[in-house]
């Protein structure tokens, strides 16, 4: 049979955080409702309860937190997905190349819109009107030990035709 103090290390913190995001049944304003969300210690009891629940079942010890740093490490969440490189060719032609992070959950098909976004972002930085798409291709660089997507392009800025001087 199974112990009940698991259960409860694992049922208790979620029943405390779900109790704490819920708000009062009469009709709120939105700036008391605002105020409510913000007192609300349902973020802060799962955190809590989530400690807890580690230190309950043993898991804060140094071989289970170890591991879990060196994968935080390497897969670092927090960080773009897509790495932008922008290479000046000559006063209005620009080179742009992306690398995709090695470990990426998603965002496979997202290079064409990472290119034009970096593309636009360089038009609207430079005052121009618009760009012209010269050259882009995508790959894979197959590098041990992880692959990764790579794309790369070039762009033409544009001056306004209407307003040369601009």
């Known amino acids: 049979m199974r112990e009940p103090k698991r259960y409860a290390a694992f049922l208790l913190p979620m029943l405390i955080a779900a109790c704490g ?23 802060v009891a799962g955190a809590v309860g989530g400690i807890w629940t580690a230190q309950q ?9 170890a591991p879990a740093l060196i994968a935080y490490s390497i897969y670092d969440p927090f960080a773009p997905t897509w790495e932008i490189k922008v290479t000046e060719l000559d006063a209005d032609y620009r080179r742009i190349d992306l690398n995709m992070k090695r470990l990426a959950t998603g965002g ?3 290079a064409r819109q990472t290119f034009l976004r970096a593309a636009r972002s360089l038009t609207a930085k430079g005052s121009y009107a618009g760009f012209d798409e010269l050259r882009y291709e995508e790959g894979i660089d197959s590098t041990r030990p992880f692959a990764r997507r790579v794309a790369s392009g070039e762009i033409r800025l ?5 307003f040369p001087g601009m």
């Open 21 to 43: 995001g819920f708000g009062n049944t009469v009709k709120e304003t939105a700036a008391t409702a605002a105020k409510t969300a913000k007192e609300s210690p349902g973020p």
């Open 57 to 65: 079942l043993g898991y804060l010890k140094p071989e289970f937190i």
């Open 108 to 110: 496979d098909g997202e």
């Open 158 to 162: 544009l001056k306004s035709r209407q």
